[in-house]
């Protein structure tokens, strides 16, 4: 079964400075999609980046990048320079193959890392 | 462009009663899904409609929730009787097409059951 792991509950950063949230996959299919969403305390999802299974580069959108490993199933998220109002939940994403070994837009999540900006 | 909608922002209820949630999702959109989040989790897909159709219900605890979509635009999830354990942020999310893998979601409706 397919599965997202995220091992840190909560983590501070400096404002300015660099940040990495760690995300581990298990899937035994070819193909998948891995997502990461923002969700601050007004509740909403955000979606922040994607990286395709078959993409060869990594996946970057402004101030995050994502840190794909291929052979270690991770996905880990950077944010640089990180600024007060990234302040939030930090959920890692999965979508889910179909029967037939495509993709399908089911997602499966983590349980989310709380990220704190310190001024 | 205006988001996805979602009401009431906050429900309390007794254990047993019944509720129902809206949600109307960007214009234009054909996917629609309802997530469960518990306090500490992730979000976990309860149902997903492509226009007025289920393409997933697999994890809809279908003696107690259900959900419509009957014109293919707004959508209604309810819980009759509900449980403690169904205390829980209510997601909608809505894609403009079932290939697309951008979900955008609402504000959520958190439900306290007592």
């Known amino acids: 079964a397919q599965k997202i792991t995220q091992t840190q509950p909560g983590m501070f950063v400096q404002e300015k400075e660099a940040v990495t949230l760690d995300c581990t996959y298990d899937t035994s299919d070819p193909s998948y999609g891995l997502f990461w969403y923002k969700q601050p305390s007004s509740g909403e999802m955000i979606f922040l980046i994607y990286q395709g299974s078959y993409d060869q580069q990594n996946a970057t959108e402004g101030r995050y990048s994502l840190n794909f490993q291929k052979a270690r199933k991770s996905a880990n998220l950077v944010i640089s320079a990180s600024q007060l109002g990234d302040s939030a939940m930090y959920f890692c994403a999965m979508r889910e193959a179909a029967d037939d070994g495509g993709a399908t837009n089911k997602l499966i999540f983590g349980t989310g890392t709380l990220l704190a900006v310190q001024p | 462009e205006a988001g996805v909608a979602q009401s009431p922002r906050y429900k309390i209820i007794e254990k047993r009663q019944s509720v129902a949630f809206w949600c109307n999702p960007i214009?234009?959109?054909?996917?629609l899904y309802w997530y469960q989040q518990i306090l500490g989790q992730g979000p976990k897909l309860l149902i997903q409609f492509q226009n007025n159709g289920v393409v997933d219900d697999s994890q809809l605890p279908k003696d107690r929730f259900s959900a419509e979509r009957l014109k293919g635009v707004d959508s209604t999830l309810k819980i009759q009787p509900a449980k403690l354990e169904d205390s829980a942020v209510y997601l909608c999310?809505?894609?403009?097409?079932?290939?697309?893998?951008?979900?955008?979601f609402g504000p959520g409706t958190r439900l306290t059951v007592t």
């Open positions: 214009s234009g959109h054909a996917t």
């Open positions: 999310a809505s894609s403009h097409r079932l290939g697309d893998y951008e979900q955008y």
